[in-house]
C-alpha cells in the first residue's frame, strides 16, 4: 500500500500497517521540504502563517513515486496500490498515474476524493485487506468504498488560507461579508464545500460536535463500529477537548483519535483549524 502524507496517517500507524507515505513538499520562505506526519512540519507551517511568511506546497513528482514503486518492486511486491487525496485538489494522483507504467509491477492508483483522515482510515482498510491475501482490485474498491462512506466536517477562524490557496471550489460564495464570520465546511464530491456560516467560535465548535454526533448516529445504524478523527493546527488543546467531549457521549465507538492534520492542508486552512472525521468500517 502507497498513500500520500495528506491522509495526515501518524508515522508509527503508518508502519505497523505496512503502509509506504509519500510527502508531499511544503515552500516556506521559499525554503522547500518533504513534510512529516510527526507535527514537527504543522507546527512550523502554523509558526510561519502566524508570523506572515509565505507558505506554499507541491506534489511529488512522477519520478519520486517512481522510485517509490520500484523499491517496492525490488522488495518482492507483485502489485501496487496507490491511494491518494482528491485529484480536484491535488495533482498528486496525476503523478502517480505516470509513474505507474514505469515499474514492471501492476499498481492501482485509486483517487480517495477527500483528504485528512478520511482518506487515511480507507487506506488502513486497504492495507488489512491486502494483508490478508486480498487482490489489487478488492484492496481498491474497499478502499474507494471507505472514503465515500466517511463524513467529513471542519471550522477555520477564516477562509482567507483556502482562497489564496484556490482550494475552496463553491465556498467562494462565502467570501465577502461572509470572511467576518466563523464558517464550517465540509468536503463533498472531492471538494472543499460551505456548510454553515456561525457567527462566534464557541458556536462553531458547538455546532461541529452537533454534526460529528449525527455523522456517527447515522453511520452507526448499519455499520458495528465507527472509527473517528478530530484534526487541527495548532489547536490541540480544544481538539482534545472536543475528542474527551466524543468519548463521553459516544462510548461505543471504534477506534478516536487525535490528529494534527497534515502540514500540506494545514498551508490552506491556517491555524487554529478544527475538524471531525467520521469513518464506519467495512
Do not use: W
Not at 148 to 166: E, K, N, P, T, W
Not at 251 to 279: D, E, N, R, T
Amino acid at each position: 500500500m502507497v498513500t500520500d502524507s495528506t491522509s495526515s496517517l501518524p508515522p508509527d500507524v503508518a508502519a505497523h500497517a505496512g503502509v509506504t507515505v509519500i510527502p508531499l513538499q511544503v515552500v516556506i520562505d521559499d525554503g522547500s521540504g518533504p513534510e512529516s506526519n510527526d507535527g514537527s512540519t504543522a507546527s512550523r507551517v502554523s509558526e510561519a502563517m502566524r508570523a506572515g511568511v509565505v507558505v506554499t506546497t507541491s506534489r511529488p513528482t512522477p519520478e519520486v513515486f517512481a522510485s517509490v514503486y520500484a523499491d517496492l518492486v525490488g522488495a518482492g511486491y507483485e502489485a501496487i496500490v496507490s491511494a491518494h487525496l482528491s485529484s480536484k485538489m491535488s495533482g498528486t494522483c496525476a503523478a502517480a498515474a505516470v509513474a505507474a507504467g514505469s515499474v514492471s509491477a501492476p499498481v492501482t492508483v485509486v483517487d480517495t476524493n477527500t483528504l485528512a483522515m478520511a482518506a487515511g482510515f480507507a487506506v488502513l482498510s486497504g492495507a488489512e485487506a491486502a494483508r490478508s491475501g486480498r487482490d489489487a482490485s478488492a484492496v481498491a474498491e474497499i478502499i474507494r468504498a471507505r472514503a465515500a462512506a466517511a463524513s467529513m466536517y471542519f471550522y477555520v477562524d477564516s477562509l482567507d488560507h483556502l482562497r489564496r490557496g484556490g482550494r475552496i471550489g463553491a465556498a467562494a460564495a462565502l467570501l465577502g461579508s461572509a470572511l467576518s464570520m466563523k464558517p464550517l465546511l465540509t468536503v463533498s464530491n472531492g471538494e472543499v464545500r460551505p456548510l454553515e456560516r456561525v457567527r462566534t467560535t464557541s458556536k462553531a465548535l458547538t455546532r461541529l460536535e452537533q454534526l460529528g454526533l449525527a455523522a456517527v448516529a447515522r453511520a452507526a445504524g448499519s455499520h458495528h463500529q465507527v472509527d473517528v478523527a478530530v484534526h487541527h493546527l495548532d489547536n490541540p488543546v480544544a481538539a482534545n477537548q472536543m475528542l474527551d467531549r466524543l468519548r463521553s457521549r459516544l462510548p461505543q465507538l471504534g477506534q478516536v483519535s487525535v490528529c494534527q492534520v497534515s502540514a500540506v492542508l494545514g498551508v490552506h486552512v491556517g491555524p487554529g483549524m478544527l475538524g471531525i472525521v467520521v469513518s464506519p468500517r467495512p
